[in-house]
């Protein structure tokens, strides 16, 4: 089983990144997708998730309206488009998986920062 999350890097307030987290050794479309995030000094904590079925989305609070969750079942593959990007927003970001498991990616890290 494989999350190998990429994407990340060091952008500036404001800008935007693309997250994917490509996923293999499992029935990809049968899980639910998340990404979390840790940043320094901080727990790890949700910040969007995509059900199996229906595509049903949620997101933190923080950052509802900027950041975008959605995947392709044919690639195996979860996005995580993130606007309008804050320094706050800078943390490692994992992708995770839910079904009859839990997997967990390495994470990536995000940087935002002028």
């Known amino acids: 089983v494989q999350l190998v999350e990429s994407g990340g890097g060091l952008v500036q307030p404001g800008g935007s990144l693309r997250l994917s987290c490509a996923a293999s050794?499992?029935?990809?479309?049968?899980?639910?997708m998340n990404w979390y995030r840790q940043g320094p000094g901080k727990g790890r904590g949700l910040v969007a998730g995509i059900t199996s079925v229906g595509g049903l989305t949620k997101y933190a609070d923080s950052v509802k309206g900027r950041f975008a969750i959605s995947r392709g079942n044919v690639k195996n593959t979860v996005y995580l488009q993130m606007n309008s990007l804050k320094p706050e927003d800078t943390a490692v970001y994992y992708c995770?998986?839910?079904?009859?498991?839990?997997?967990w990616g390495q994470g990536t890290q995000v940087t935002v920062s002028s």
């Open positions: 050794g499992f029935t990809f479309s049968s899980y639910d």
């Open positions: 995770n998986a839910v079904y009859l498991r839990t997997y």
